[in-house]
């Protein structure tokens, strides 16, 4: 998930849960503007990383999508920060648990005019057993309706965070969210430096390329990958070429 010339110390991986309609898909793409990863005239399409048409037609993210990023933090220091948008429905618990395993830290968007909801509650337990570290984020602060600590109150009864902990941001608006690149690079600790050691890694998505045909999604847990390497999948006991490898960026 990053390439060579990154010092594991300057790797972050995290994924942005929530319940539906909270703004995951919106605060991504606030992400990868503010970090330069897409230009405003790229960000034309409201939330670039829901790319099925079923997705852009109800407004949910359904797979879950990565993508890295480049960020120069107040540190002086350059971060790739590797993002999973992951699916909000309840339908979709299996794709959210499955990125969850590919990152050190997560992202908790609760909306500021709806409160703590169902699946907010059922997506914290995920990340939680998966031992994540979290950064609870409360969205859309600019609205009218907005009840900003009321929420927060929510989110400290059911986390047992300090107030300070929470961060407000309005994805729509952009406000807050260059707050919350520096607290991702500060709160979400750096992967476990094993390049040294056999190759192991999950599988946390594939798609289908006409041209290349199938293609996997890894985090690499252990060891390095490279190009022509073999790699064996337990599952069905088989074991591959890999044929191309690269990260995981724009279109």
């Not at 994924?15 to 960000?43: F, P």
């Not at 602060?141 to 047992?160: C, K, T």
Request: hydrophobic content about 45%; glycine content about 6%; proline content about 3%.
């Amino acid at each position: 998930m990053a390439s060579p010339s990154t010092e594991v110390s300057r790797i972050r991986n995290f994924c942005i849960i929530a319940h539906i309609d909270h703004g995951k898909s919106t605060l991504a793409d606030r992400l990868l503007e503010i970090t330069h990863t897409l230009d405003r005239t790229q960000m034309a399409s409201a939330q670039v990383l829901d790319d099925m048409d079923l997705e852009r037609e109800r407004g949910i993210t359904i797979k879950s999508h990565a993508i890295q990023m480049k960020y120069k933090a107040a540190d002086g220091q350059e971060y790739t920060l590797n993002l999973i948008d992951t699916p909000g429905h309840v339908d979709f618990s299996y794709e959210v648990s499955r990125s969850l395993a590919a990152c050190e830290g997560a992202l908790l968007i609760v909306d500021a005019t709806q409160g703590v909801e169902a699946q907010t509650i059922a997506n914290l337990y995920l990340a939680l057993d998966a031992g994540l570290d979290l950064i609870p984020v409360i969205n859309k602060i600019d609205l009218p309706s907005s009840d900003v600590e009321g929420v927060a109150r929510q989110i400290i009864d059911l986390m047992g965070v300090k107030r300070e902990d929470i961060l407000q941001v309005s994805a729509k608006a952009g406000i807050g969210v260059s707050e919350l690149i520096e607290a991702i690079v500060k709160r979400i600790p750096a992967p476990a430096d094993n390049n040294h050691l056999p190759l192991r890694a999950l599988i946390f998505d594939s798609v289908f390329d006409s041209y290349r045909g199938a293609v996997i999604y890894l985090r690499i847990v252990e060891g390095a990958l490279r190009k022509g390497d073999k790699v064996k999948f337990f599952a069905s006991d088989k074991t591959f070429l890999a044929d191309e490898i690269g990260t995981m960026s724009m279109k």
